[in-house]
């Protein structure tokens, strides 16, 4: 994050740690005799306005004012373009819900603000938490090059797979930490709160609207990755087939689930998904509970990493293609390379396994990403 930008814009799912994020930054970079962290969900903005106390903070010698849960707060994007505008002297940094579009608010914010995605904790991250080291990201090109090396080094610090295993259930959100016998209760807690709060505040459902994205969720978390008939889905969930698109991109913007396709162009507002995937394995576990498949908890794990860092598209030939160019098959220790033989930049990413060889690679290793 560059701390020179006088309007810098976090958005990321529920749970993902932009408050933490916000006060290590305020700790770390910023002079804390002038910043001010504040939460837009206090009582105190329920007969104060935001622009006030920016132009208070000011007056006091403030520099750097940290806006938390922006979303809870109405007219939230015209106060903090009005105070970009009048208070040159002054840093704001705000965090959203992943679902709030700064770059369709009512006042334009998008020539102002510069915004940065708060992805949920990879694998790597996940082990600093685990094993109390920290462990180097290695850009995609470095893995598929150097994969074998990379996992052979690895593997003197961390047995691999058992962590891996832990981190697919349970360690994708940093709060698992706190209490980890909670830590499913706590993310249903999430997923509930998400709807019911957060969608709620940026698009005013009726209430019989939220318990119908509830069962579309639940749904979805059964059957995921699956391709979608969009009439049957429709009329299960009870909602009209462009409410059901609809309901599923907001699913989406909420950091819930995942849509794919074949080819990302023609994409419209009311384009159906050609497959759809939970958007982490934790969200599968806490979800579909017994009905979860390891199968299909690799391919959503492939997906998340990859979600925000490269273009990644559903394959013709195999399970996913990546920046239109690498192709890979997704499958456990058993799977073979048939499927891909013929074909050229084309991977096995492997599940089971510590080491690869060739193009045969881990599949936890692409959780070393960021």
Not at 68 to 91: A, G, M, T
Not at 151 to 157: D, P, R, S
């Amino acid at each position: 994050m560059d701390l020179r930008n006088r309007l810098i814009a976090v958005k990321g799912a529920r749970g993902a740690g932009k408050t933490t994020l916000l006060l290590q930054v305020a700790k770390l970079h910023l002079p804390l005799s002038s910043t001010l962290y504040v939460s837009l969900d206090h009582i105190y903005f329920f007969d104060n306005k935001l622009y006030d106390l920016a132009k208070q903070f000011t007056q006091f010698g403030g520099t750097h004012l940290l806006l938390d849960e922006v979303h809870k707060y109405p007219n939230w994007s015209r106060e903090i373009k009005l105070i970009y505008d009048n208070f040159p002297e002054l840093n704001v940094i705000f965090t959203s819900s992943s679902m709030l579009e700064i770059y369709k608010s009512e006042s334009d914010l998008s020539r102002r603000a510069v915004t940065y995605f708060l992805k949920e904790l990879s694998f790597r991250e996940f082990l600093s938490f685990e094993v109390n080291k920290t462990f180097p990201a290695y850009s995609f090109s470095e893995i598929l090059e150097n994969h074998t090396t990379i996992a052979t080094e690895l593997l003197k610090e961390i047995k691999p797979l058992p962590l891996f295993e832990k981190y697919l259930k349970t360690g994708i959100y940093p709060y698992y930490k706190e209490n980890e016998s909670l830590y499913i209760q706590k993310l249903q807690n999430t997923i509930n709160l998400i709807i019911e709060i957060d969608i709620n505040a940026v698009e005013d459902l009726q209430y019989d609207t939220l318990v119908k994205l509830k069962k579309l969720l639940i749904t979805i978390a059964s059957s995921a990755p699956f391709t979608p008939n969009i009439t049957k889905l429709s009329e299960k969930v009870g909602v009209s087939r462009n409410m059901l698109v609809q309901s599923i991109k907001i699913l989406e913007r909420a950091g819930l689930v995942n849509e794919l396709y074949k080819n990302t162009s023609g994409i419209g507002v009311l384009t159906k998904p050609e497959k759809l995937y939970l958007n982490n394995s934790n969200l599968m576990y806490a979800l579909a509970q017994e009905n979860t498949n390891i199968g299909n908890v690799r391919e959503t794990f492939f997906v998340n990493q990859f979600k925000g860092l490269h273009e990644i598209n559903l394959s013709t030939s195999a399970d996913f293609i990546i920046d239109q160019t690498y192709t890979f098959e997704i499958g456990g220790k058993n799977k073979t390379k048939k499927q891909i033989d013929h074909l050229s930049n084309a991977y096995v990413a492997k599940d089971n396994i510590e080491i690869g060889f060739g193009n045969i690679v881990p599949v936890w290793l692409f959780g070393f990403m960021y």
